[in-house]
C-alpha cells in the first residue's frame, strides 16, 4: 500500500524589508529539522491524526485543522479538473509552535498540498499549488500572503511576483550568512498582529520600501552581501509589532554590538533573527537569547541557514 511522508522547513516571513512579498525557508546547521511532516495513505474514510510537541495546542477537533482543510479544498480542485480522489488517512506531526512567526500553518498547509499532490500522482503544477496553498493560507490569517508558503515549498529566499505564474521568483542565497533565530515561547496571532497595523502607509514610507526592495535584489545579484544587509530594515510592521515583543529591543542592541548585519521579527513574531556573517557569531546571539529573549518552556533558538531545498516527500521507509 502506498505511503508516503512530506516535510515542510519552517520560515521567515517578511524578512524585515519585503512585508508579505518576501520569504525565507529556514534549516538549522545541527541537521535537526524545524518543519511540520505530514503522513499519508489509502483508507476507508478520511481521517486526520495529530502528534508532535505542539499537537497538543491545535484545535481540538479534526475539521477545524487547516490539514483537513486542504484535504477537501484539493478534492474540490481535483473534482474541477475532471479527476477522482479517494478517501485517505493523513498524520500531521505538530513539530512547530503556533502564532510562532515561523510559518507554522504555512508550514502544515504546504506539507498536506505536497503530500495529496504526490499521493494522487502529481495532478497539479507548482503554480497551481502555490496558488492553492496561499488560498488556505489566507483563510486561516485573514488575508492572502505567500511569504511562507512559497519559501516553505520551494525552498531558497523567493520573492512573490503578485502573478498566477510564475507566483514566485528564487533569489541567489548567501552562502556564508547565517540566522541566529529564537521563539520565545509565548504566542502572536498573525491576524491579530496584522490588525494592529495602518491600512495605507505615507509617500515616505512606501518610498523607502521600495528603494529598499530594488537594492536587495540588485545587491544580492551582484554579490554586493553588505549593502544587501544594509537595507534589512523594516519600515511598515515591526515599528507597531515590537510592543508586542517583550525584549525586543535588547535582543537587537546586544546582536547589533556582536556584530549582526541585520535584526528583525520573523513573520508576525514573537520569534525573532539576526542575520551575521559568521556561525560563531550566530551562536554568541543564540546564547544570550536563551537566557534573556525566551519567555517560558516553549521557546527554542538555532542557527539556521536558507536551504536550497524545500518540501521534500518520499515513501515511508
Ligand atoms: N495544522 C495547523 N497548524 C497551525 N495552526 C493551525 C493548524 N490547524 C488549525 N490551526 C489554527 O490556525 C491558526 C494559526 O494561527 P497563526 O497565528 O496564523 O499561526 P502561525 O503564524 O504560526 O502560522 C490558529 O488559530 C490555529 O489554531
Ligand atoms: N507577511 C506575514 C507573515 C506572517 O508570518 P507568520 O509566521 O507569523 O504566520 C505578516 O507579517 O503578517
Redo the contacts with the bound molecule.
Keep these: 500500500m502506498k505511503a508516503l511522508r512530506a516535510y515542510a522547513p519552517a520560515s521567515i516571513g517578511n524578512v524585515s524589508l519585503g512585508f508579505d512579498v518576501l520569504g525565507a525557508a529556514l534549516a538549522p546547521v545541527d541537521g535537526s529539522r524545524l518543519g ?1 511532516e505530514v503522513d499519508i495513505e489509502s483508507a476507508d474514510t478520511f481521517s486526520l491524526n ?1 502528534v508532535g510537541p505542539f499537537a497538543h ?3 481540538g477537533d479534526a475539521d ?4 483537513t ?1 486542504c484535504y477537501h479544498y484539493f478534492c474540490a480542485q481535483m473534482e474541477k479538473v475532471g479527476k477522482t480522489t479517494t478517501p485517505v488517512a493523513m498524520t ?1 506531526s ?1 513539530n ?14 504546504v506539507a498536506a498540498f505536497v503530500a495529496l499532490n504526490a499521493f494522487f500522482d502529481y495532478p497539479f503544477d507548482e503554480d497551481t499549488l502555490l496558488t492553492m496553498m496561499g488560498e488556505l493560507e489566507g483563510q ?2 485573514g488575508s492572502i500572503h505567500y511569504d ?1 508558503v512559497a519559501p516553505c515549498y520551494v525552498g531558497g529566499m523567493t520573492l512573490m511576483t503578485g502573478a498566477t505564474s510564475p507566483v514566485t521568483l528564487s533569489l541567489p542565497l548567501v552562502k556564508d550568512w547565517y540566522y541566529a533565530i529564537c521563539y520565545s515561547g509565548i ?7 496584522r490588525d494592529i497595523l495602518p491600512k495605507q502607509v505615507d509617500m515616505a514610507t512606501a518610498l523607502t520600501f521600495g528603494r529598499q526592495l530594488g537594492v536587495f535584489v540588485h545587491a544580492l545579484h551582484a554579490g554586493e552581501n553588505e549593502l544587501a544587509a544594509s537595507v534589512m530594515k523594516d519600515v511598515i510592521a515591526e515599528p507597531y509589532r515590537k510592543q508586542l515583543l517583550p525584549g525586543f529591543d535588547d535582543a537587537r542592541a546586544f546582536s547589533e554590538q556582536e556584530g549582526a548585519l541585520a535584526f528583525g521579527i520573523s ?2 513574531g514573537p520569534t525573532v533573527f539576526a542575520v551575521c556573517d559568521s556561525e560563531e557569531k550566530a551562536q554568541r546571539i543564540v546564547a544570550y537569547l536563551d537566557e534573556h529573549y525566551i519567555q517560558n518552556e516553549d521557546g527554542f533558538s538555532h542557527v539556521c541557514q536558507i536551504p536550497e531545498q524545500g518540501t521534500t516527500v518520499g515513501p515511508i521507509t
Excluded at 504566542?187 to 498582529?193: F, G, L, Q, R
Design positions: 511540520d495529530t495546542k491545535l484545535p477545524s485543522n487547516i490539514v482543510q500531521l505538530k512547530l509552535p503556533i502564532g510562532s512567526g515561523l510559518g507554522s500553518s504555512a508550514s502544515s498547509i486561516i490569517s511562507n504566542s502572536v496571532s498573525t491576524a491579530a498582529a513573520g508576525s
